[in-house]
C-alpha cells in the first residue's frame, strides 16, 4: 500500500493521517489531519477623527482571519466618575472607545494566553489633546464599578499599552 501524499491546504499544516493504511484489503477511508497556522495579529482602525488605533499579538494569542473593532462611544456620568478617579482630576478631556477582536465568524473574542498591544497613535488630532501634558489611557469595567490606568504618556502623539481583555478604554 502507498501512502498518498501530503494534501496542501492554505492556512493549515499537515500533521498526518488517521485510520490504518497499512493493510489494506478493501477500500478504506483515512482521513488527512491538520492544525490551522498560527499567525501574527496586526490590525488598525483609522477614526473619522484621524486618531489610529492599533492592535498587535504574538503567534497564538489571536486566532487567524480576526479583525479589530473600535467603536466611539460617550461616557455616562458613572463611567466619567470612575475614570476621574483612575486618572486624576487633571484629566479634563475624555474620549472612550469600545475596542474589541472579532473573530472570523464575527463573534467577540479574548486574547488566548497572552496579551494584546493596543496603540493610540495620531492623537494630538483631537480637540484639546495638543495642549495637554500627555495622555493616560483608562480602562472601564464592564459595569462601570472601576477602572484602572493603563498606560500613560507625556506625548500627546501616542501612547501604547497591553491588555488581556477588551472592552472601554
Avoid at 495622555?135 to 472601564?140: A, C, T
Avoid at 498606560?151 to 502623539?157: K, V, W
Amino acid at each position: 500500500t502507498e501512502i498518498p501524499q501530503a494534501p496542501v491546504v492554505e492556512g493549515f499544516t499537515f500533521t498526518g493521517w488517521e485510520g490504518n493504511y497499512t493493510e489494506v484489503f478493501a477500500d478504506t477511508m483515512i482521513h488527512a489531519l491538520f492544525i490551522e497556522e498560527e499567525v501574527e495579529f496586526n490590525d488598525s482602525v483609522t477614526l473619522g477623527s484621524g486618531v489610529i488605533i492599533s492592535a498587535h499579538a504574538e503567534k497564538g494569542i489571536i486566532p487567524k482571519g480576526s479583525r479589530l473593532q473600535v467603536i466611539e462611544v460617550a461616557l455616562n456620568q458613572s463611567q466619567s466618575q470612575v475614570v476621574e478617579n483612575a486618572a486624576g482630576e487633571n484629566n479634563a478631556i475624555m474620549y472612550a472607545y469600545d475596542i474589541s477582536i472579532l473573530a472570523a465568524n464575527g463573534n467577540t473574542i479574548q486574547p488566548e494566553d497572552g496579551q494584546v498591544q493596543i496603540t493610540f497613535s495620531n492623537t494630538q488630532v483631537l480637540p484639546g489633546v495638543a495642549q495637554s501634558e500627555g495622555i493616560d489611557v483608562v480602562h472601564v469595567a464592564d459595569d462601570a464599578s472601576a477602572a484602572n490606568v493603563m498606560g500613560s504618556s507625556d506625548s500627546t502623539n501616542s501612547v501604547s499599552f497591553a491588555t488581556e481583555h477588551f472592552s472601554m478604554f
